[in-house]
């Protein structure tokens, strides 16, 4: 089993960039891929971004090509998600997830998640 915690978030303005990241304990963490997950207030969960293992191979929403990036750090037991040029439309509380072995940009297929960081960009 794998812990989740992310940090990160905050309030900024239209245009403006952050980094979230998400530190995982318990089970070595190069065996799981993660993802992030946002979800706006009336909405549900979108698929942002997943990493496999190695790190070697991404996966993303159409929404945030170009503009979002997620990476990790396996000796850190840390996924990032850094953000740039960001929306208002892209204020969400945002989770980490991750799954043994494979990648997926299905929430269901994700057994263990973080308590979510919430972005909020304002126009």
């Known amino acids: 089993q794998v812990q989740l915690v992310e940090s990160g978030g905050g309030l900024v303005q239209a245009g403006d960039s952050l980094r979230l990241s998400c530190a995982a304990s318990g089970r070595p963490f190069s065996m799981y891929a993660v993802a992030w997950f946002r979800q706006a207030p009336g909405k549900e969960r979108e698929f942002i971004e997943t990493?496999?293992?190695?790190?070697?191979?991404?996966m993303y929403a159409d929404s945030v090509k170009g503009r979002f990036t997620i990476s990790r750090d396996n000796a850190k037991n840390t996924v990032y998600l850094q953000m740039n040029s960001l929306k208002p439309e892209d204020t969400a509380v945002y989770y980490c997830?991750?799954?043994?072995?494979?990648?997926?940009?299905?929430?269901?297929?994700?057994?263990?998640w973080g308590q979510g960081t919430q972005v909020t960009v304002s126009s």
């Open positions: 990493i496999t293992r190695s790190g070697s191979n991404t």
């Open positions: 997830t991750a799954r043994l072995w494979s990648y997926s940009s299905f929430s269901e297929d994700y057994p263990y």
